[in-house]
């Protein structure tokens, strides 16, 4: 009754988006039948083990290969240890994505994560983009008129800001940054 999985191991990134600005991520491995976490496969490398016993009559074996690879690839992303795996700022996101990609991993993403990636491809500038009524008031109240160029600024600077993700505003010189800074900060 004993049985022997020799199954390849590939990798599963499970990864989420805190409203902090982090994402939380984890590795574990599946194989068609279990998963398994990835302390417990760095483990038995580090024991030099070449299998890994997951019940009494139930064995895995170890694919070094992609443990190993794993490891290095984590040392290399930087990423902060926390009590559920992994946490890096949500502005290094390419570095994740990288990092999964690199590991031949499959994702597994929360709402929030997934929500974040649609909008970093399809984020489209309002240039009707309004701010608080109070604000509005006051620009028409000192008869500053925002173009919808500026408008457009301005909502980029605050989906960004949303996002926890840092930009440049690289207008042409005496096109309004200095306007457009203002009232997003306001």
Do not use: C
Request: net charge negative; aromatic share 10%; no cysteine.
């Amino acid at each position: 009754k004993v049985q022997i999985i020799t199954d390849p191991m590939k990798p599963v990134v499970s990864v989420k988006k805190d409203p902090q600005g982090w994402l939380v991520f984890d590795v574990k491995y599946s194989t068609p039948n279990y998963e398994l976490p990835k302390n417990l496969l760095f483990q038995a490398i580090e024991n030099n083990e070449e299998y890994v016993q997951l019940d009494p009559i139930t064995w895995v074996k170890v694919d070094e290969q992609a443990v190993e690879t794993t490891k290095e690839k984590l040392e290399a992303l930087e990423a902060s240890l926390t009590e559920d795996g992994y946490r890096i700022p949500a502005s290094e996101f390419a570095s994740l994505e990288e990092f999964i990609d690199a590991i031949g991993g499959d994702r597994v993403l929360d709402k929030a994560y997934k929500e974040f990636l649609e909008q970093l491809s399809g984020f489209a500038a309002d240039t009707n983009y309004r701010l608080t009524e109070r604000f509005e008031k006051h620009l028409v109240d000192i008869e500053l008129t925002l173009r919808p160029y500026q408008r457009a600024g301005i909502h980029w600077l605050d989906w960004l800001r949303k996002n926890q993700l840092h930009g440049i505003l690289a207008d042409d010189m005496g096109l309004g940054k200095t306007f457009q800074i203002i009232s997003f900060i306001n």
